[in-house]
């Protein structure tokens, strides 16, 4: 299960990853926002990232106009590791690497296409393990200070 969030910058992008996840066949949850009515993504992407937190969903994928501030937002939620993406690489290490479970991108910065792959990617990548999780594990202990 995949939990969805987007304000309005990133609202058109959202619905057409629900139309990919459909195709797909991949569940979701879309926890807003609904229409191109100018929102605050900061809201949205705590109740996204609640889903995550909460273990509803397995990832969250959030879109703002930049995909900067709702990844800032999600990054204050405990337990959230947001990635910023635009490009293919970043996408896949992030995963890799980091251990990402929320995918942030821009929908006034990335076009359809390339944000599907990034999405296809985000979902098809698994943890490396190994060196990364002691480094997973420091940023977790950066919560607790
Ligand atoms: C909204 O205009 C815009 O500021 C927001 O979608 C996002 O880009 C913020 O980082």
Do not use: W
């Not at 296409?113 to 999405?119: I, R």
Request: hydrophobic fraction near 40%; aromatic fraction near 6%.
């Amino acid at each position: 299960m995949i939990a969805l969030g987007a304000d309005h910058g990133g609202y058109e992008l959202k619905e057409a990853i629900k139309k990919h996840l459909d195709e797909l066949g991949v569940s979701y949850i879309d926890c807003g926002t609904y229409s191109a009515e100018s929102v605050d993504y900061a809201p949205i992407a705590k109740r996204t990232c609640d889903k995550v937190v909460s273990g509803e969903c397995e990832k969250a994928i959030l879109c703002c106009g930049t995909g900067i501030g709702i990844s800032m937002a999600a990054n204050k939620v405990k337990g959230i590791r947001a990635a910023c993406c635009s490009d293919y690489f970043s996408a896949k290490l992030t995963r890799q690497h980091n251990d990402a479970n929320a995918l942030c991108m821009g929908g006034r910065v990335v076009g359809v296409g390339l944000a599907l792959e990034l999405v296809d990617v985000f979902l098809n990548t698994e943890f490396e393990g190994g060196r990364h999780q002691r480094r997973i594990d420091q940023i977790a202990e950066i919560e607790n200070l």
